[in-house]
């Protein structure tokens, strides 16, 4: 029998799902889905401007590991800042940014995962800066120490505390040090490769990262050929994928679901559709019943889970499953990760806009990254989806409406600074709207919390 009282808070609940959904696409029966809402984003706010500007540190890029997993992330000073380094401008503006940016990397590091900055050797040397290096923090010394007392006993202390030293590739390697840089940058990838392997053999002892990768793909091969760590764009490369349909039974089931959802089809039939896929249902009454979800008594049926969770947290749910279903490739876990960030970035930038539904723009960022976690082309990813015009214009056309939440997004995600400065002017400017991105990060939901395998 229904619990009664589960029963009426989805009775409630359904009460509002007609005024949600035509409040969010106009009612039309093909629209683009939505996930449940956001909270709304504090306005950012405006502090008197401080003796030292702030840096700008573009979003931090993460650093994929060896079992394709988000194993931290690198921090990057703004380029402009970085010019007037590399140009000999290192006064106390250098260090106050110097030491801006080892601050930043504290709670990526207090959450057990790497943070890595580059700073140069110069700056390093100062005891204002050397002091407020972190605990276990990755730092790639641009230019050779000048030994002196000071900095023996910065070693010291840096040693002790976990700090790990490299340097790039071919530079000055710093006292001690644990690992070494190798940055694509104009080069070729195979260029890049065959530089790792050669590191294998002369400095097998030393931690390789493979830096500014041109996509998923070359961060895959970098791992398979002994980085330890690799980062640059987590998305398709250029021609990297194949002209193929979705087959995977379990993708189709879900794609069916969420169509399902949108059609408005009846309690009963989804629920049909749930049960009919025995993992499908546990996992969701796994979900239904988790913390995260805080319900006063347990659900026994799927057909309840669908009632309390509603139309819309049902969709989001089933998006989060869809792109935990790419789960093929070595960097899979990673790219999980980056689809709920930028998720949850755009629903963030989305909920400051009267025009702009959050929930739907939560779907596109997951929706936008389906090419590189099924690995096939977006336009076939999306092909079995019922999705709005607004959301299908802006991941596969990327043009309409939507396009420059979602192309700020990316930029942002690139460290796109001159694309992504212009886009944010309309959310308060840069600063705020890497602050977003910190938060996006901080607050994602967890794919292995909503969408563990069974």
């Given at each position: ?14 009460r509002h799902v007609s005024s949600f959904w035509s409040r969010l696409f106009g009612g039309k029966p093909a629209a683009a889905p ?273 009632m309390v969770l509603g139309r819309a947290e049902l969709y989001r749910w089933l998006s989060v499953l869809l792109t935990a279903s ?129």
């Amino acid at each position: 029998m229904p619990n009664p009282r589960l029963a009426g808070r989805a009775a409630g609940r359904g009460r509002h799902v007609s005024s949600f959904w035509s409040r969010l696409f106009g009612g039309k029966p093909a629209a683009a889905p939505a996930a449940a809402a956001a909270p709304q984003a504090a306005p950012p706010t405006t502090a008197a401007a401080p003796a030292v500007a702030a840096p700008t540190f573009g979003a931090r890029r993460p650093l994929v590991g060896i079992h394709g997993e988000v194993a931290g992330f690198e921090f990057r000073l703004s380029p402009s800042t970085q010019r007037r380094m590399q140009a000999g401008a290192e006064g106390p503006a250098a260090a106050a940014h110097a030491i801006s940016l080892l601050a930043a990397m504290r709670s990526t590091l207090e959450g057990g995962r790497i943070a890595l900055g580059e700073l140069p050797a110069s700056l390093l040397c100062r005891s204002a800066v050397a002091e407020q290096v972190p605990d276990g923090a990755w730092i790639a010394v641009r230019g050779a120490f000048e030994p002196d007392d000071s900095l023996a006993g910065a070693l010291t202390s840096w040693r002790t505390r976990g700090v790990k030293l490299g340097a790039a590739l071919g530079g000055p390697m710093p006292p001690g040090a644990g690992f070494v840089l190798l940055q694509a940058g104009d080069s070729s990838v195979d260029g890049l490769l065959a530089a790792l392997d050669r590191c294998a053999q002369e400095q097998p002892l030393l931690a390789r990262v493979a830096l500014d990768l041109p996509g998923v793909e070359a961060i895959e091969q970098a791992l398979e050929r002994g980085a330890s760590l690799a980062a640059g764009r987590v998305e398709p490369g250029a021609g990297a994928m194949a002209q193929r349909r979705i087959v995977q039974p379990a993708t189709q089931r879900l794609c069916q679901l969420l169509n399902d959802v949108v059609a408005d089809r009846d309690t009963a039939q989804i629920g049909a559709a749930l049960r009919a896929d025995s993992a499908l249902s546990y996992r969701l009454l796994r979900f239904v019943n988790s913390p995260a979800v805080g319900l006063a008594q347990p659900v026994e049926s799927v057909e309840q889970a669908v009632m309390v969770l509603g139309r819309a947290e049902l969709y989001r749910w089933l998006s989060v499953l869809l792109t935990a279903s790419g789960s093929g490739r070595k960097a899979s876990r990673a790219l999980q990760e980056v689809a709920m960030a930028r998720a949850r970035l755009l629903e963030l930038l989305a909920a400051e806009r009267e025009d702009t539904p959050p929930p739907a723009l939560f779907t596109v960022g997951l929706l936008s990254m389906l090419d590189a976690l099924l690995q096939v082309p977006l336009a076939e990813a999306l092909a079995p989806l019922q999705i709005a015009d607004a959301a299908r214009e802006a991941i596969v056309d990327r043009a309409g409406p939507w396009w420059p939440l979602l192309q700020l997004a990316i930029a942002v995600e690139r460290h796109d600074l001159a694309v992504a400065e212009p886009l944010a002017a309309a959310h308060g400017g840069l600063e705020a709207v890497l602050a977003k991105a910190e938060q996006a990060w901080a607050g994602r939901p967890s794919c292995r919390a909503q969408a563990a395998p069974a």
